[in-house]
């Protein structure tokens, strides 16, 4: 069955843009700190660092998933 591939790639690719938007936020590239709570904040780029680095994953195995089918 591919679904489960699909979904996962779904999910990695999701992780993918949401980690990489955080990153550029919380490294104050995009965004307006007066209007998000986000821009500015490092915090923020580590957490956009490792959702992307699990979407990365999720996207490989998805890849794996669909290899097998």
Known sequence: MKLP?????IAGLTMLLTGAWWILQGLGWIGDPESSYIAGQRDWAYIGATVLAIGGFLVTLAR???RKD
């Open 5 to 9: 591939g699909y979904l996962l790639q």
């Open 64 to 66: 794996k998933f669909q």
